[in-house]
């Protein structure tokens, strides 16, 4: 085949995965349509995506670029929050594109929210079957179109609503993986891919094992091949450090740049990314380095020891577990009883039927990985995602939040072994062949083991009743926020549940959010709920409260009901109402319900 047919098939591969993303995502939002979009409908659930808004209003309305507080939660004053602007600004310039075609900010603000969750899936799911492609060739395309639209579905934060940076991190890391896997054909790919790593990193500290494992098996596979994979580390090492410096100069105020932050990208990432990348790219370009296979490995291991005395001597504390340092009152009461937080263990015992939805398509992959690996014949393909696949279930099974990047990746291994069974089917055409093929496709799709473990669960009465009562609890609704809205602005006491609807649906602050930067303001709404009505009081006067609200079906008001049955939280949902406050009308025998402190106390 010439060269110039080649490059016109390739075209044609990218016109025909474009088109199938496309009817990936116009199948998503038909389902969501038919729903009547039920996260815009109710979007309470989703605490991180209404602070984002949050935040891009903020940003709108005047706040600065490199001031990332929160003034309305916390203690007065607000709190720092350690999210990234990077993905402030294109939903900002969203919202002010479709504000001036539409004129109405409330309108463009809701496009914005169809639209952007809509642009991740339909890029994330056209880089899975880009992926697909280049793991197991065409005969996986299809494959890959129907498990992995499914499985993006599945785990829900592409829905659209879903503003919170968790789609965008999952769409760069499978951009990377993808762009590395088609490296060897196309020479910018490996580049961009590095682009990608850093950019997911910057946007939050979640991916950093997936941009790390990429990097990681980049050097490893150029350790092995040499000049194979020469190229290919170097333009990835220099998209990671050429990245990170465009990062931190426009994220990190000149004021902030030895300052170190573990959770958000700041001098810390920096230097270890642009060190990783430059180091990878100087070894791949020096001949003296990369010579032989004895001194890629002498220099690689002498970058290695260069990352870990700069991590270990300058930044020590963020080699600590995530939340090491979060305060154990915080620990006890919020950061335990987080669904996404849970390790594989504490899922098991409670909720055997979404550990089972969680964990079945990744343990399947790993399964069809080792049979590949025993039968020989391993490609660098297998290196990337076999290495990815590992540690996002290592990751998944320490918490539950990490399944969301293993059941995507397990997609691409899945794919290839449908694929195969079909090509098996059709060459060869038996009752055998053809069941065979049926039981891959059930097996790969993420969704069938849910629902087989949930009628399981139901029947044997396993379920945890509880389980999806953070989904369906009252007080999800934006109509729920209506009458405090309608109010004066002022501080409300709430739970910490309550903290982002209250700041995306009304004009008011509050005290607690689910933000483990927020220790002040979390720490004093929960010493005034769980303590005595006195307690409350003194947290009243002494902070100029106006408002208490009470969601009586919200999970984390019967936890600290439960936790302190003597408490003003608890008197509250039994109708003790202390003299020093009066209950607003309109809110009587409402989901949301609120209480007026009387002026004098």
Not at 54 to 68: A, K, S, T
Not at 452 to 480: H, L, V
Not at 546 to 565: H, Q
Not at 582 to 595: D, F, I, M
Request: with cysteine; aromatic share 8%.
């Amino acid at each position: 085949m010439s060269q110039k047919s080649s490059k016109q098939t390739r075209h044609g591969f990218w016109r025909s995965d474009i088109a199938f993303a496309l009817l990936a995502l116009l199948l998503l939002l038909a389902l969501e349509a038919l729903q009547g979009f039920p996260q815009l409908a109710n979007p309470a659930g989703d605490n991180d995506s209404l602070l984002q808004l949050v935040e891009v209003r903020d940003l709108l309305g005047g706040q600065g670029w490199f001031d990332l507080h929160q003034y309305r939660m916390g203690l007065e004053g607000g709190f720092v929050m350690h999210w990234s602007r990077l993905l402030d600004a294109p939903l900002a310039l969203g919202i002010l594109a479709a504000s001036s075609l539409t004129g109405s900010p409330a309108l463009a603000e809701h496009i914005v929210q169809i639209f952007w969750p809509s642009l991740q899936f339909w890029l994330a799911i056209f880089f899975v079957i880009r992926a697909a492609r280049a793991f197991a060739g065409a005969p996986a395309v299809l494959p890959a179109a129907v498990v992995g639209g499914a499985a993006l579905y599945y785990i829900g934060i592409f829905s659209p609503g879903a503003l919170d940076h968790h789609n965008v991190q999952l769409m760069l890391t499978l951009a990377s993986l993808a762009l590395l896997l088609e490296a060897p054909m196309h020479r910018p790919a490996a580049f961009v891919a590095g682009i990608c790593a850093t950019l997911t990193l910057a946007i939050g500290m979640e991916s950093a094992p997936y941009a790390g494992t990429l990097g990681a098996v980049v050097a490893l596979l150029f350790l092995g091949t040499g000049d194979g994979e020469r190229l290919i580390a170097r333009d990835f090492g220099l998209g990671l450090a050429g990245a990170s410096g465009l990062v931190f100069a426009a994220t990190i105020p000149v004021s902030s740049w030895g300052v170190a932050q573990c959770d958000t990208f700041s001098v810390v990432q920096f230097a270890v990314t642009g060190l990783a990348g430059s180091g990878l790219a100087i070894i791949a370009s020096w001949k003296a380095a990369n010579a032989t296979a004895a001194r890629r490995l002498i220099s690689l291991a002498l970058l290695a020891v260069a990352l870990a005395l700069l991590v270990g001597l300058l930044f020590p504390q963020c080699l600590a577990a995530p939340y090491a340092d979060l305060d154990p009152r915080l620990r006890q009461i919020w950061l335990d009883h987080i669904e996404e937080a849970q390790s594989i263990t504490q899922l098991v015992v409670d909720d055997p039927a979404r550990a089972v939805a969680r964990f079945a398509t990744p343990l399947v992959a790993i399964v069809l990985m080792a049979l590949r690996f025993s039968h020989g014949g391993w490609r660098r393909q297998d290196s990337l995602v076999a290495a990815l696949l590992v540690v996002a279930l290592l990751v998944s099974a320490w918490e539950v939040r990490g399944s969301t990047f293993s059941i995507v990746f397990a997609v691409i291994p899945l794919s290839a072994w449908i694929a195969k069974w079909r090509q098996r089917a059709e060459a060869s055409p038996s009752s055998g062949s053809v069941l065979r093929m049926a039981a891959a496709w059930l097996i790969s799709v993420n969704a069938i083991w849910a629902g087989a473990a949930q009628a399981a669960s139901s029947a044997f009465e396993t379920a945890a009743p509880a389980s999806a009562a953070g989904i369906n609890a009252p007080c999800n609704s934006k109509a729920s926020f209506a009458t405090l809205g309608a109010l004066a602005p002022t501080t409300v006491l709430a739970i910490s549940n309550l903290g982002s609807p209250i700041l995306a649906f009304t004009g008011h602050r509050v005290f607690a959010g689910p933000y483990h930067r927020n220790v002040a303001g979390n720490l004093l709404a929960f010493e005034a709920l769980l303590g005595s009505a006195t307690d409350a009081k003194a947290v009243v006067e002494s902070h100029h409260v106006g408002i208490v609200a009470l969601c009586r079906g919200n999970p984390e008001s019967r936890l600290f009901a439960a936790k302190a049955p003597d408490g003003f939280l608890a008197g509250l949902m039994r109708g003790s109402v202390p003299e020093w406050l009066e209950p607003v009308a309109e809110t009587r025998g409402a989901p949301l319900e609120l209480y007026r402190v009387r002026p004098g106390g």
